[in-house]
């Protein structure tokens, strides 16, 4: 896939991400009672306003790979009505709103790879090449031919379909197969002696795949996010004790999650992994990965960050007593400006040490 097709799906994909991350904010401001004032795709300055619903601005800004919500006196307590007047409560649920909601959209796509990734079924077995001159290319035999019974006799498994076609060398047996949702029957003599690497009938076998069941698919999904939470909360610890190697363990800007992203597809194209449904199974792991990051990511306990807006409305839970928000404008100010300098770093690090999928 070209370089110019691969950075438009990386920011296309990056886009919806934080659009969706953003639109969680959304949905918990409207719900709490707080105005929206402007839902922006991208960072200003501002290109153009598209539309207007319901008082709140929809436009489209000049730098790419992000977007924002402004809600109602977001860091004015003198505003009424706003976000910065409201309970901690309320902005408590809108803070977490956002990685939550980014939460939730790699649990879903998780699902989708999931279903599609399938569950082997063990009573059945699935032609996956054919030898030439063998006597499955003899009798028309093709690869993708399932085989549920010999003689009559549903299989159990791949290994008794094995032992009763060794079994049976040199006689004819009748395979019953599905061949594209088709059942019927063919007549095959098993070989006696074949050559070296091949089996009597000259085929490859492996278990076909059903689409994984949906309860299923969801259970292994959350099982896989709550890895990804733990294995980076212990991720600290596990680079100080040195069990970690930091160059591994590393932050990644945008141009080290366009190489991850450009890996996968790449691990797609060149991968024979057989799958129940024909998914880009590495590039949908990816997005997953990428949004649950996101979500962690901005939960952490940073100023400027969703986690740091969450911090700051502990206090009030705890004694009562909030913050004065001029103390907190400036905290995040700052907090933001050393971010931009952070992402500076990651970047040059991205060029200078590319990522790599283990």
């Given at each position: 896939?070209?370089?110019?097709?691969?950075?438009?799906?990386?920011?296309?994909?990056?886009?919806?991400?934080?659009?969706?991350?953003?639109?969680?904010?959304?949905?918990?401001?409207?719900a709490?009672?707080?105005?929206?004032?402007?839902?922006?795709?991208?960072?200003?300055?501002?290109?153009?306003?598209?539309?207007?619903?319901?008082?709140?601005?929809?436009t489209?800004?000049?730098?790419?790979?992000?977007?924002?919500?402004?809600?109602?006196?977001?860091?004015?307590?003198?505003?009424?009505?706003?976000?910065?007047?409201?309970?901690?409560w309320?902005?408590?649920?809108?803070?977490?709103?956002?990685?939550?909601?980014?939460?939730?959209?790699?649990?879903?796509?998780?699902?989708?790879?999931?279903?599609?990734?399938?569950?082997?079924?063990?009573?059945e077995?699935?032609?996956?090449?054919?030898?030439?001159?063998?006597?499955?290319?003899q009798?028309g035999?093709?690869?993708?031919?399932?085989?549920?019974?010999?003689?009559?006799e549903?299989?159990?498994?791949?290994?008794q379909?094995?032992?009763?076609?060794?079994?049976?060398?040199?006689?004819?047996?009748?395979?019953?197969i599905?061949?594209?949702?088709?059942?019927?029957?063919?007549?095959?003599?098993?070989?006696?002696?074949?050559?070296?690497?091949?089996?009597?009938?000259?085929?490859?076998?492996s278990?076909?795949?059903?689409?994984?069941?949906?309860?299923?698919?969801?259970?292994?999904?959350?099982?896989?996010?709550?890895?990804?939470?733990?294995?980076?909360?212990?991720?600290p610890?596990?680079?100080?004790s040195?069990?970690?190697?930091?160059?591994?363990?590393?932050?990644?800007?945008?141009?080290?999650?366009?190489?991850?992203?450009?890996?996968?597809?790449?691990?797609?194209?060149?991968?024979?992994?057989?799958?129940?449904e024909?998914?880009?199974?590495?590039?949908?792991?990816?997005?997953?990965?990428?949004?649950?990051?996101?979500?962690?990511?901005?939960?952490?306990?940073?100023?400027?960050?969703?986690?740091?807006?969450?911090l700051?409305?502990?206090?009030?839970?705890?004694?009562?007593?909030?913050?004065?928000q001029?103390?907190e404008?400036?905290?995040?100010?700052?907090?933001?400006?050393?971010?931009?300098?952070?992402?500076?770093?990651?970047?040059?690090?991205?060029?200078?040490?590319?990522?790599?999928?283990?």
């Amino acid at each position: 896939m070209s370089f110019l097709l691969v950075l438009l799906q990386v920011v296309f994909v990056i886009g919806l991400l934080v659009f969706f991350h953003e639109l969680g904010h959304f949905i918990a401001a409207r719900a709490v009672g707080v105005p929206i004032e402007e839902f922006g795709f991208g960072y200003p300055p501002r290109l153009a306003k598209i539309g207007e619903w319901q008082g709140t601005e929809i436009t489209i800004n000049w730098i790419p790979f992000g977007g924002f919500v402004r809600p109602k006196g977001e860091a004015d307590d003198t505003v009424e009505g706003g976000m910065a007047a409201a309970p901690a409560w309320k902005r408590l649920v809108i803070a977490l709103s956002g990685p939550v909601m980014n939460f939730i959209i790699g649990i879903i796509v998780l699902v989708i790879v999931y279903g599609a990734m399938g569950t082997p079924v063990s009573n059945e077995a699935m032609v996956t090449q054919i030898a030439p001159d063998s006597p499955a290319m003899q009798v028309g035999m093709l690869p993708g031919d399932i085989i549920l019974a010999v003689d009559g006799e549903n299989i159990e498994n791949i290994e008794q379909l094995i032992e009763t076609v060794n079994s049976n060398v040199g006689n004819e047996i009748t395979l019953t197969i599905n061949r594209d949702g088709t059942t019927q029957d063919i007549r095959i003599t098993p070989r006696e002696n074949p050559p070296q690497g091949e089996g009597a009938m000259g085929v490859g076998l492996s278990n076909p795949l059903k689409p994984t069941p949906l309860f299923q698919s969801i259970g292994y999904a959350f099982e896989t996010t709550g890895y990804i939470i733990r294995e980076t909360i212990l991720l600290p610890g596990r680079l100080i004790s040195g069990n970690v190697d930091p160059a591994v363990a590393r932050p990644v800007g945008y141009k080290g999650i366009f190489d991850i992203y450009n890996q996968a597809v790449e691990m797609d194209q060149e991968s024979d992994v057989y799958t129940a449904e024909p998914i880009p199974v590495f590039t949908l792991s990816i997005i997953a990965n990428i949004s649950i990051a996101l979500g962690i990511t901005n939960l952490l306990p940073i100023p400027a960050l969703d986690g740091g807006r969450i911090l700051f409305t502990l206090p009030e839970f705890i004694f009562g007593k909030r913050i004065p928000q001029k103390w907190e404008n400036a905290v995040n100010t700052v907090s933001f400006l050393l971010l931009i300098g952070l992402m500076v770093v990651i970047t040059i690090l991205d060029f200078t040490n590319p990522v790599v999928i283990p």
